[in-house]
């Protein structure tokens, strides 16, 4: 069973503000190159294994890999509409 990830359920409140950017950034950068190493030693039929989500009726590793790729594409999107804001310092 895979058990969603809430951060304001799993996290205590203002745990974000404590973390060390660099320390995030090259962590993130790390997992993300093992996680894509990992996509791609799959064979075609192990993209349709399940497992039970918390949160979805199915699930399988194509969906995983998508929704990776669509929060992160959702976090870079937010980063770039804050830096292109006109009162951004």
């Known amino acids: 069973m895979l058990r969603p990830y809430q951060p304001d359920q799993d ?8 973390v060390d950017l660099d320390e995030a950034l090259e962590r993130f950068t790390r997992e993300r190159a093992d996680l894509v190493g990992r996509f791609r030693s799959l064979n075609p ?3 349709d294994r399940t497992a039970e989500h918390g949160e979805y ?6 969906i995983l890999a998508r929704h990776v790729a669509m929060h992160d594409m959702l976090h870079a999107y937010r980063i770039e509409e804050l830096l292109l804001q006109k009162d951004w310092e």
């Open 11 to 18: 996290d205590q409140e203002g745990a974000l503000l404590q």
């Open 45 to 47: 039929e192990d993209w």
């Open 57 to 62: 009726a199915h699930y399988s590793i194509f």
